[in-house]
C-alpha cells in the first residue's frame, strides 16, 4: 500500500517553462488536495478536488490548473512558471479511515530560475 | 474563510521539559482539528486530532485541548526528547459533518520546536 505517490521529487525549471506534477493515491479517498509550503507561512491549498469530477480553487490559485483524471489521479499544472512559484508542493487525499486524516505525499521541491 | 493562527513561531526547550503549541482558529463552524509533525525534508505527518465534541484528548506524551467558546487549541508534549524536534502545524477544517469524508483544511504558520540535550 503505496499510500499517496507524487512525481517528481525534484524539478528546476526556466521562467516560463511549464510542467505538471503528478498525483496519484491508492487508498479509494474521495477527496484531494495540492498545498504549497513557503518558509513561515504553513501550507497553503492551491486547488482541490471533493470528490471524482470536481476541482474548486483554494487559496492560492493563480497560475496553476489542476486535473482530476479519475478517482485516484489530481494533477498539478504550471502553465508558464514564475520565481515566485518556487515552492514545496504536497499532494493529499482525504477519505473515511477511520478519522478524516490527511495523507500527503512525499513533497516535489520545485526551483524556478 | 478560515483562518488560523499559530504561536509561537519557535519554542526551544530542554530535554524532559513540556511543550505548548498554541493555535487560534476564526470559523466557527471548523469541528475538526489534526495536528502535523514535519520532520526535515519529509511530509507532514498527523499526530493527534480531536473532534468538536471533544474537550480533551490524550496519546501517551502529547495531548490537544479544545476551547470551542474561546476557538482555540493547543497542543501539549511532555517529557520532551530530540526526536521531538521538528515543525509543528495546526489546522482546522468542517472535515466531520455527519460522516462526509471532505474538508479542506487550514493550516496555522508552523512552530519549530527544538529540544535541547
Known amino acids: 500500500n503505496a499510500g499517496v505517490t507524487q512525481t517528481p521529487k525534484f524539478q528546476v525549471l526556466k521562467t516560463g517553462q511549464s510542467m505538471t506534477l503528478q498525483c496519484a493515491q491508492d487508498?479509494?479517498?474521495?477527496?484531494m488536495y495540492w498545498y504549497r509550503q513557503d518558509p513561515g507561512m504553513g501550507l497553503r491549498l492551491i486547488y482541490y478536488?471533493?470528490?471524482?469530477?470536481?476541482?474548486d480553487k483554494g487559496e492560492v490559485p493563480n497560475g496553476y490548473n489542476v486535473s482530476r483524471l479519475n478517482k485516484r489521479e489530481f494533477s498539478l499544472r504550471l502553465e508558464s512558471a514564475a520565481p515566485s512559484q518556487t515552492s514545496v508542493y504536497f499532494c493529499a487525499s482525504s477519505g473515511w479511515d477511520g478519522y478524516y486524516g490527511y495523507t500527503f505525499g512525499s513533497g516535489t521541491r520545485l526551483t524556478v530560475v | 474563510g478560515e483562518n488560523v493562527e499559530q504561536h509561537p513561531s519557535t519554542l526551544s526547550v530542554q530535554e524532559g521539559d513540556s511543550a505548548v503549541i498554541k493555535c487560534t482558529y476564526s470559523d466557527s463552524a471548523s469541528n475538526y482539528f489534526p495536528w502535523y509533525k514535519q520532520e526535515l525534508g519529509k511530509r507532514p505527518q498527523l499526530i493527534i486530532d480531536?473532534?468538536?465534541?471533544?474537550g480533551e484528548k490524550k496519546d501517551q506524551r502529547i495531548a490537544v485541548t479544545l476551547n470551542k467558546t474561546a476557538k482555540h487549541f493547543s497542543l501539549h508534549i511532555t517529557e520532551t526528547q530530540p526526536e521531538d524536534s521538528a515543525v509543528y502545524f495546526c489546522a482546522a477544517s468542517t472535515a466531520w459533518a455527519g460522516g462526509t469524508s471532505y474538508g479542506k483544511l487550514t493550516f496555522g504558520q508552523g512552530t519549530i520546536l527544538t529540544v535541547h540535550p
Open positions: 480531536i473532534r468538536s465534541n471533544v
Open positions: 478536488s471533493a470528490s471524482e469530477g470536481t476541482t
Open positions: 487508498m479509494n479517498h474521495n477527496s
